[in-house]
């Protein structure tokens, strides 16, 4: 399928706020809210458009402390990459889990309430995984939001 500027521009509002009603939508376009429904639908039937999601503040909701962890498997074929995924998966303070190339295995996004939360969550639930070996933190200090490759 083909794509065009309207369309860039649709996804571009959409990514900054994807609750705006298409009439909204369509006035900032310069279409109607059908024209506009039918090219989100469009979008949502191509798979450009892979679902909304909802954005939390951590901070606010307890969670102070963002750390990033580059973790390295000590036994790579003796524990399968599915077994570790499975397993860091199911610990709800990991937040995003990257398969990635170079020096470690897997980048994981991990929320804490505080340093002493996230020592205890590294040493009881992460460092015990199937197949950790080298893990490295770096704590958060500061994001910027960016909201993604449409942006101008």
Do not use: C
Not at 17 to 27: H, N
Not at 70 to 91: H, M, N, P, Q, Y
Request: cysteine-free.
């Amino acid at each position: 399928m083909s794509w065009d500027m309207t369309d860039f521009e649709l996804l571009r509002l959409m990514q900054q706020d994807a609750t705006q009603p298409t009439g909204r939508l369509g006035e900032k376009l310069g279409l109607s809210q059908p024209a506009t429904w039918r090219r989100i639908k469009r979008l949502q039937d191509a798979g450009v458009i892979a679902g909304r999601r909802l954005r939390l503040d951590a901070a606010k909701l307890g969670f102070g402390v963002t750390v990033f962890l580059g973790v390295k498997l000590a036994t790579k074929g003796r524990v399968s990459l599915e077994d570790f995924e499975r397993a860091v998966t199911a610990i709800p303070e990991v937040q995003s889990v990257e398969h990635v190339l170079g020096l470690y295995d897997y980048r994981l996004r991990v929320v804490a309430r505080d340093l002493s939360d996230f020592e205890r969550v590294l040493r009881r639930r992460i460092m015990t995984l199937p197949g950790v070996g080298d893990v490295e933190a770096n704590v958060l200090l500061s994001e910027e939001r960016r909201p993604g490759p449409l942006s101008t």
